[in-house]
Nanobody
Framework: QVQLVESGGGLVQAGGSLRLSCAAS????????LAWFRQAPGKEREFIAA????????QYTDSMKARFFISRERVTNTVFLQMNSLKSEDTAVYYC????????????????????WGQGTQVTVSS
């Protein structure tokens, strides 16, 4: 059973940066991929970025890839999301998620394929 704990959220001014962390605890941890999603009030949960655990290859939503950067640290079972040039529209609860298995297809953005979620961390960007 994997448990995920996000941290690093908070209040930041527009133009600022935040680095989110997601630490996974499990006896054995070797997932297919980890991802970050976010959900703003009244909106659906949307994909931000994902990273394949073993290869380190990444996938981003086009609108965010210039400002957001996903990385992982395998020694500590942690995935990070570096967020730069934050805007008020980035205000949301940010979630990390684990996808245990590949389905043989290349996409990583389908939230239905992720089987474990963290509790979320609030990011508020003031303008």
């Amino acid at each position: 059973q994997v448990q995920l704990v996000e941290s690093g959220g908070g209040l930041v001014q527009a133009g600022g940066s935040l680095r989110l962390s997601c630490a996974a605890s499990a006896r054995v941890f070797n997932p297919y991929a980890l991802a970050w999603f976010r959900q703003a009030p009244g909106k659906e949960r949307e994909f931000i970025a994902a990273i394949r655990w073993n290869s380190g290859t990444t996938q981003y939503t086009d609108s965010m890839k210039a400002r957001f950067f996903i990385s992982r640290e395998r020694v500590t079972n942690t995935v990070f999301l570096q967020m730069n040039s934050l805007k008020s529209e980035d205000t949301a609860v940010y979630y990390c998620a684990v996808r245990s298995r590949s389905d043989g297809r290349s996409g990583l953005s389908d939230r239905e394929k992720y089987d474990t979620w963290g509790q979320g961390t609030q990011v508020t960007v003031s303008s």
